[in-house]
């Protein structure tokens, strides 16, 4: 790209309001898979690819996904890293993210002190995220070992976000988990977005237009879906009618 990812996701908040980002996990979809759905993912106007998995362990299957990926679209492609493994130098940019409810140091701060070196050689564009899973949190609360925050309790994850804020990191990202049962509550996207003044990401449980447009209304400055690409063959269609929706919360934040 010609202008950095941050300032992208920047510019194309205040220009459309609630963006939309799909989720790509190589170890499901392939490389073949994965471009096709890239594809109709920005036909369907996606901002952006995140590429990553809560079990991704191969950074040969990372490598050929993303680079399949960049050779089709035209958006920026971003890695979601689970681990060591999570990182390609092909990508234009990568969430460097911290867990911040984890009761392990390792992905709170370790395994981000393991790869900063090679991040920095890649030339890859690091975009600092304080990562907070709620909820039933999947198989990234799983692996993370995150310490479980109920969503009757969105003070909590408010105090997290407010201090990663603090902090200097520059995206908060609120996660249910992929293919949580119940999405992140309006409550706590009202709570956490009326207090900062960073980009609010929330994900997780994600499955249709309306549910998009309510957490967008209640916040939400982008919105990522992974699961329901893997539900559907109606891949621009499905993510066509959630971008269009979240359009019009635009004027709601």
Not at 52 to 58: F, V
Not at 143 to 161: D, F, N
Not at 173 to 181: K, L, R, T
Request: hydrophobic content about 40%.
């Amino acid at each position: 790209m010609d202008e950095s990812v941050k300032k992208y996701i920047h510019d194309k908040i205040k220009r459309d309001g609630t963006l939309h980002m799909t989720l790509l996990d190589p170890e499901k979809t392939g490389p073949e898979k994965s471009c096709r759905i890239a594809i109709e993912a920005e036909k369907g106007g996606s901002s952006a690819i995140m590429v990553g998995g809560s079990t991704l362990a191969s950074n040969q299957i990372l490598d050929e996904v993303v680079k399949t990926i960049k050779k089709s679209v035209n958006i920026p492609v971003i890695l979601f890293p689970n681990n060591i493994s999570g990182i390609s130098p092909y990508a234009d940019a990568i969430w460097f993210m911290s867990l911040l409810n984890s009761s392990n140091t390792y992905y709170l701060i370790d395994v981000q002190a393991l790869t900063a070196k090679i991040i920095k050689k890649y030339g890859l564009e690091a975009l600092s995220m304080g990562y907070i899973i709620v909820g039933e949190g999947g198989a990234a609360g799983f692996i993370g070992q995150a310490r479980h925050i109920s969503y009757e309790h969105p003070e909590l994850v408010l105090g997290y976000s407010l201090a990663a804020e603090i902090l200097g990191m520059q995206f908060i990202y609120i996660e249910a988990g992929s293919g949580a049962s119940i999405p992140v509550p309006l409550e706590m996207v009202k709570m956490v977005k009326s207090h900062i003044s960073i980009p609010l990401i929330v994900g997780g449980g994600i499955r249709d237009d309306d549910t998009a447009f309510k957490i967008a209304e209640a916040g939400a400055d982008i919105i990522v879906t992974g699961t329901i690409i893997e539900e559907t063959d109606l891949i621009q269609s499905k993510i066509g009618s959630i971008v269009e929706k979240i359009k019009l919360a635009k004027v709601k934040h």
